[in-house]
Structures are given as structure tokens and as C-alpha cells.
């Protein structure tokens, strides 16, 4: 039997593979348990600094594994969300010190399209579909896509996709803001090791630092995202990769940064 995740360590990025592409990767238990696992592995891991998360077989991920749910009443499915919940899931996502890219092509709907919206980054092909298509099932979206949908793209978009049940293109999803970078199927891992390489070149300090201040201005006040912000930057103003920083702009070469 194969595992449902397949992990890839390459120097500082950690790949993570959904591998179910026979359900279009739907998340059942096993898919949940082993994502949060990896996740976890890699936060703890001081030397990885990106992680990227993509489906097999041409979808990135169809939502939650229904077959596992039908069963389960209000006390069951309370449990289920606190141990695999796709809040629980994105959430750790959201809050981790690395970058996460997602790596989207064919179905990213429901659940996956929830996972990725708690990425950092969204890199998708031109023929991937997202979608948070609940209501068709007696569901709404659980997993955070009410709530990252909205601030991402909008009111009136999130309605218009949730209430309607509607399925957009990777085109509109890049428009709104979803998606930050577009790519031919065959070229999507390429574009993908660009936006590593990217975050490569940055202070690992510093990156982190930023994902902070940015996550900030989704829970907070416009003064306390500020004050916040400020914070931060006085933070890496006192480190040693922004005196390389700036040395080096000065000297007009690349910088060396090392995660001090």
C-alpha cells in the first residue's frame, strides 16, 4: 500500500506530496495525521527553510474525503475538527516559521483549496480550478475559507464563489489575488524552484519576520498591526544579516546571509 504522503527532503525545502491521485487527493484521517506530522517535522527542523506542498496525479487536492463524515454526529465530527480539522491544518500552516508554497494544478476545491489559501504563496497552472463547493453538499466551508477567501479577494467575490457553489479558473484566481504566480502544466515545478530560489536568497530572520508582520494585519488593528510592524523591524535592525544586507547593496553584490 502506498503512503498517502509522500515527504522529499532537498537541502533547505521539505516536498510534500498528496498521494492519493485515485480520490484526486481527498483528505481522509491518514492524509490529515501524516500532512500535520510532516508539517510539524518541518517546523522543528532549524535547517529547512521552505515547504512546498502539491498533489499527485494532476490534481492538487478535491476537499475533504466524505466517506469518512456521513457517519459521524455533532459529538463525532467536533473531535474529528480538533484532532485532522482543515482549521487545524491550515492553521499550523499560517503560523509556521518557514515559507509555504502550494503548488496547485488540476482540482484545488472544499478542503485543498482551504489548505492553500493558508499558504504563503500559490503557484498554479493554467488549467487548475479552484473552488469552495460545499453548499452542494449540506455544508459550508470549515476549514477557514469563509473567513482567508474574504480578506484575499474580497466580499462579494467569496459570496458570489461560496453561496453559488461556483468553480473559477486559475486566471480568475490570479486577477483577485489568489494566486501569485501562473504556469503551463508541464512548467509548474520550474516556476516553483523560481519562487525557491527567490526565498532562498533572502535572511531566513528576516522572511519570518515579514510572514509575521503580514499575518498580523489579518487578526489585528490597523494600530496594532503598526505597532507590531515596528517592533519587528527594530527586531532586524539589531541583526547581522541586515548590516550584510545593506553592505552589500552598498558594495553592489549579493549578500551572504546567514540566518543571524
Given at each position: 500500500?502506498?503512503?498517502?504522503?509522500?515527504?522529499?527532503?532537498?537541502?533547505?525545502?521539505?516536498?510534500?506530496?498528496?498521494?492519493?491521485?485515485?480520490?484526486?487527493?481527498?483528505?481522509?484521517?491518514?492524509?490529515?495525521?501524516?500532512?500535520?506530522?510532516?508539517?510539524?517535522?518541518?517546523?522543528?527542523?532549524?535547517?529547512?527553510?521552505?515547504?512546498?506542498?502539491?498533489?499527485?496525479?494532476?490534481?492538487?487536492?478535491?476537499?475533504?474525503?466524505?466517506?469518512?463524515?456521513?457517519?459521524?454526529?455533532?459529538?463525532?465530527?467536533?473531535?474529528?475538527?480538533?484532532?485532522?480539522?482543515?482549521?487545524?491544518?491550515?492553521?499550523?500552516?499560517?503560523?509556521?516559521?518557514?515559507?509555504?508554497?502550494?503548488?496547485?494544478?488540476?482540482?484545488?476545491?472544499?478542503?485543498?483549496?482551504?489548505?492553500?489559501?493558508?499558504?504563503?504563496?500559490?503557484?498554479?497552472?493554467?488549467?487548475?480550478?479552484?473552488?469552495?463547493?460545499?453548499?452542494?453538499?449540506?455544508?459550508?466551508?470549515?476549514?477557514?475559507?469563509?473567513?482567508?477567501?474574504?480578506?484575499?479577494?474580497?466580499?462579494?467575490?467569496?459570496?458570489?464563489?461560496?453561496?453559488?457553489?461556483?468553480?473559477?479558473?486559475?486566471?480568475?484566481?490570479?486577477?483577485?489575488?489568489?494566486?501569485?504566480e501562473l504556469a503551463e502544466p508541464e512548467k509548474l515545478e520550474e516556476v516553483v524552484?523560481?519562487?525557491?530560489?527567490?526565498?532562498?536568497?533572502?535572511?531566513?530572520?528576516?522572511?519570518?519576520?515579514?510572514?509575521?508582520?503580514?499575518?498580523?494585519?489579518?487578526?489585528?488593528?490597523?494600530?496594532?498591526?503598526l505597532a507590531y510592524e515596528r517592533e519587528l523591524f527594530q527586531f532586524?535592525?539589531?541583526?547581522?544579516?541586515?548590516?550584510?544586507?545593506?553592505?552589500?547593496?552598498?558594495?553592489?553584490?549579493?549578500?551572504?546571509?546567514?540566518?543571524?
Amino acid at each position: 500500500m502506498s503512503d498517502v504522503l509522500l515527504a522529499e527532503r532537498e537541502g533547505p525545502v521539505v516536498w510534500l506530496t498528496l498521494n492519493r491521485p485515485e480520490r484526486r487527493n481527498a483528505l481522509n484521517r491518514e492524509l490529515r495525521s501524516r500532512l500535520l506530522e510532516e508539517l510539524r517535522r518541518a517546523e522543528e527542523d532549524q535547517q529547512v527553510r521552505v515547504v512546498v506542498i502539491r498533489g499527485a496525479g494532476g490534481n492538487f487536492c478535491a476537499g475533504a474525503d466524505l466517506s469518512e463524515f456521513v457517519e459521524l454526529d455533532g459529538l463525532g465530527i467536533r473531535e474529528y475538527n480538533r484532532m485532522w480539522g482543515t482549521q487545524v491544518i491550515a492553521s499550523t500552516i499560517q503560523n509556521m516559521r518557514k515559507v509555504v508554497v502550494a503548488a496547485v494544478d488540476g482540482y484545488c476545491l472544499g478542503g485543498g483549496f482551504e489548505l492553500a489559501l493558508a499558504c504563503d504563496i500559490i503557484v498554479a497552472t493554467k488549467r487548475a480550478v479552484f473552488g469552495l463547493p460545499e453548499l452542494r453538499v449540506g455544508l459550508i466551508p470549515g476549514g477557514g475559507g469563509t473567513q482567508r477567501l474574504t480578506r484575499v479577494a474580497g466580499a462579494h467575490f467569496a459570496k458570489n464563489v461560496i453561496l453559488r457553489s461556483k468553480l473559477f479558473s486559475a486566471e480568475e484566481a490570479w486577477r483577485v489575488g489568489i494566486v501569485a504566480e501562473l504556469a503551463e502544466p508541464e512548467k509548474l515545478e520550474e516556476v516553483v524552484r523560481g519562487v525557491i530560489s527567490d526565498l532562498l536568497e533572502r535572511s531566513p530572520v528576516h522572511l519570518q519576520a515579514a510572514k509575521m508582520a503580514i499575518n498580523a494585519a489579518l487578526e489585528t488593528p490597523l494600530s496594532q498591526g503598526l505597532a507590531y510592524e515596528r517592533e519587528l523591524f527594530q527586531f532586524v535592525w539589531s541583526t547581522e544579516d541586515r548590516l550584510e544586507g545593506m553592505k552589500a547593496f552598498l558594495e553592489k553584490r549579493k549578500p551572504e546571509f546567514r540566518g543571524r
